[in-house]
């Protein structure tokens, strides 16, 4: 009975859109944060505000672990993140290095994702990429390769006439992903006629395989849409 009314309670549409209200504002406070001369005149607001939200949302954590009906659905994406949005509040209670809690903090960031709960897209986006996660993989992977491949060739293509700006490998690797993905920040290019042809050609081959990933993801997001309008 009592698993019931939490359910009802939580799948209320006025506590879904409290929710939502108070995870944009704590977006919205986090960056103002960043901004020292405006955290350290408001740093009591920001601190309360990060109170009430963490005792609001580890209220609400709580019910939906009570209202799971298995164990292992605790291992569910979006427990997950319920579970890391307030873990960073708790993490200065214990005894870690506080230099380690400084990278637990940014998990806060992760509210963001709360809302995901509350918006029907977004879960149909999360159910897209899951079902595909094999054929995404594999496009990653190969462009991977590719960068890597493209980063040795241009390396030996303008390592002489560009030391400076293709003083490494590595650094070629910069490059490369700048070409692949067609930005083209024009903070390194190359001058060589190897060079350019070779350029040339890794942005056609970007615009090819960064395509492929879209209409995937297009294609089963449509899918999932059909699926729940049926």
């Not at 986090?30 to 005149?41: C, M, R, S, V």
């Not at 490369?176 to 993905?181: A, D």
């Amino acid at each position: 009975m009592i698993k019931g009314y939490l359910k009802n309670f939580l799948n209320n549409k006025f506590v879904d859109y409290f929710l939502i209200f108070l995870i944009i504002f704590n977006i919205i406070c986090l960056g103002f944060e960043t901004d020292k001369t405006i955290y350290l005149t408001y740093k009591t607001f920001f601190s309360k505000v990060e109170l009430v939200s963490v005792i609001i949302f580890t209220i609400e954590y709580i019910m939906r672990l009570v209202t799971l009906d298995k164990l292992k659905n605790i291992f569910q994406p979006l427990m997950v993140i319920d579970l890391l949005a307030i873990l960073p509040f708790y993490l200065p209670l214990s005894r870690l290095d506080l230099r380690i809690l400084r990278i637990f903090r940014l998990f806060r960031i992760l509210r963001i994702f709360k809302l995901a709960r509350y918006f029907e897209a977004l879960q149909m986006i999360g159910k897209a990429i899951y079902k595909k996660r094999t054929e995404l993989i594999s496009i990653f992977g190969v462009l991977l390769f590719l960068i890597f491949l493209s980063s040795f060739f241009m390396f030996y293509a303008e390592a002489e006439a560009q030391p400076n700006a293709f003083h490494n490998i590595l650094d070629t690797f910069w490059w490369s992903i700048v070409t692949f993905t067609t930005v083209g920040y024009g903070d390194v290019y190359p001058i060589t006629p190897i060079g350019k042809l070779l350029s040339a050609t890794i942005v056609l081959i970007g615009i090819m395989l960064f395509a492929l990933p879209t209409s995937i993801l297009t294609a089963e997001f449509l899918n999932e849409f059909q699926s729940k309008d049926k």
